[in-house]
């Protein structure tokens, strides 16, 4: 006799698993607990197996009699019904994990930060010139030639800087599935060179704030150590030479004045950094992390030294930023550009801040608290000019 949904309603458990069989394969599995799964029986290339399809009442007898049919139709196609649910199954987590799915996932996370203004371009790049090709695929299925392919589009229809800027993005939802435990590798690395350098100023001396408000996004998506993200937020609000800013100690850190006091290493002379509210906030931070040891930006293999001077620029390239386009000391070359081409604060304040000799009208050199009132406000207004050019409203 076949199953009737009362039967299986009201079917008792007992001490062993029992089952109550309805007909052409198809049989109820009541456990001892109470559980009613729907199981197929069936037998694939001489051997017997058994096809789990669901578990009464959310699959109804004739829910689990439909589906019986399918697999049978499947074994009269010489298919193996359980290896074809596992293979929907697979097909379903990939594209759950898919580039674009993660790409998706990154871009609500961290674009909730942005403009609007970057928000809307950042998806353009990614629905136009990467969901198309590769949208489909689990990162790690992709490769570098075929990540360059969506480049070399890019390119080739004249837009060689946002082919930069869109490999960078490619490489920021890489990194992010790397580090959901979805990828293993970002292939955007593979490919630095690949494109030609844009026909634009580079970064280490640019006027275009657009360049720059880019460079700054990048950084605040920096997703490495945060020791080193921490410096790449202060070289361009403090820009000081980059071995000062890798051997600051905090000693020479006043959090109630507001001030970074230090020997200038070239020419050995005191000098004063005014700290912004944004600077203060960066150090605030990273002093319960390192206050341990002497130096504000320590190496991660020991407190007693500072990073190498080689990190933030390698922090740069790892962001997928050339170092045709920049570099450590180019914080300085922007910061010297924008304050007076763009800004328009007189040339002796910033050669000051600069660390630069500055003399007076009779020829003799300012000391260090020359123009410091004034600077103070140069170096709070600076760097909420890169505030908005970050979030795109300057």
Known sequence: MTLTDTAIRT??????????YDERGLYVELSPSGGKLFRFKYRFAGKEKRLALGGYPDVSLKRARERRDEARRLLADGIDPSEAKKAEKHSRRVVADSFEAIGREWLA?????????????V???????????LGKKAPDDIGAPA????????????AVNSAHK????????????????????????????????????????????????????????????????????????????????????WDDIDFKKAEWRYKVSKTHTDHIVPLSRQSLAVLKELHPLTRAS?????????????????????????????????????????????????????????EKQLAHEVRDPNGRAYNR????????????EWSDYLDRLREDLA
């Open 369 to 380: 608290t020359a123009f410091l009132k004034q600077r103070r406000r140069m170096m709070q």
């Open 294 to 350: 002497a130096f504000v930006i320590p190496s991660s293999r020991t407190r007693t030294r500072p990073i190498s001077e080689n990190t933030i620029n390698a922090a740069l390239r790892r962001l997928g930023i050339d170092k045709s386009e920049q570099t450590a000391h180019g914080f300085r070359a922007i910061a010297r550009t924008l304050l007076e081409e763009v800004k328009g604060y007189p040339i002796e304040w910033i």
């Open 166 to 249: 869109t490999r960078t993005v490619a490489g920021q939802v890489f990194r992010y599935a790397i580090a959901t435990g979805r990828a293993t590798r970002d292939p955007s690395q593979d490919l630095k060179g690949a494109i030609p350098p844009a026909k634009t100023k580079n970064f280490s001396a640019t006027t275009d704030p657009e360049e720059v408000g880019h460079l700054l996004r990048a950084i605040w998506g920096y997703e490495g150590s945060f020791i080193v993200r921490c410096a790449l937020l202060l070289a361009p609000l403090v820009f000081v030479r980059p071995g000062e800013l890798r051997r600051a100690r």
């Open 109 to 121: 996370r961290h674009g909730a930060n942005w403009s609007i203004g970057h928000r809307n371009r």
């Open 147 to 158: 990540l360059l392919a969506c480049l070399r589009r890019i390119e080739e229809r004249g």
């Open 123 to 133: 998806t353009r790049q990614l629905e136009a010139d990467l969901f198309p090709w």
């Open 11 to 20: 079917a008792k458990p007992a001490a062993k698993p029992r089952r109550l």
